[in-house]
């Protein structure tokens, strides 16, 4: 019964509609539906040595988050309240009740301020990927082997807080531009419009450590590079000299 009336539905569309009009609605729906590691990926771009076969684990969760949304909400913490990355496990897990209620707050739709923050925390998850030493050594062929194994191999927990979030968040912003520029519809760019406007409001409600200035215009390929740099040692994980050296 269900399935005799999509099809009717689907039916009428067709016939109120050009040809045309239906693709662009689908790729409408291919815009904003791509996956965050997909469009993350994009981000950092191929020559960064990601490991394109490791994806962390994505779920949604219906359980209360570690830190709940407050009556006084001048704040509103994306991790932890909204989603979260866990690099233990690699996984991500998204609090979809927290998320209602923020979308309530900002007078959005649920549905895009998940997008937001499942791009925040994949920037989390794929900042924490290592960099192959095979892409290290193309770039870099200067460094000598030994050195860049002993590097790749340490332990990657080198960013601070505000600069971890700080990425986290200009990863995301990025990313979000990069879709409107890849838009195939005006629906499309309309819609990441909207997405850039809710990442504006989510910002604000943000603790100090997250809150960015978009109006700076910080490129995107320098991000990623300081991100490398940090990587390999040659860049202090510290949030003041990155924010100096980031501005050059």
Known sequence: MGFCVFVKAKEKMIQKNTLEDIYNFMDSLADVQERPYNIMSKVFGNKHGLNAGKRPKETLSNEDPPIKIKEDIEIIQIDETLGQYDPKEDKITIFSKSIEQASSIFKCSPKHLMIIVGLHE????????????RNLTADMEEIEFGYLLERTLEDYNKFDKKLYEHLAQW??????????????????????????????????????????????????????????????????????????????
């Open 122 to 133: 994949m920037a989390h998850a794929i900042i924490n990927v290592k960099y192959e030493i």
């Open 171 to 248: 990863l995301t912003f990025h990313a979000l531009k990069l879709k409107k520029n890849e838009a195939k519809t005006q629906r499309s760019k309309e819609t990441f419009d909207r997405l850039i406007n809710i990442f504006d409001t989510l910002n604000r409600y943000q603790p100090h450590e997250y809150r960015i200035d978009t109006s700076q215009n910080i490129q995107k390929d320098r991000i990623v590079e300081s991100i490398k740099l940090i990587k390999i040692g040659w860049l202090s994980g510290s949030f003041v000299p990155w924010n100096v050296v980031i501005r050059w």
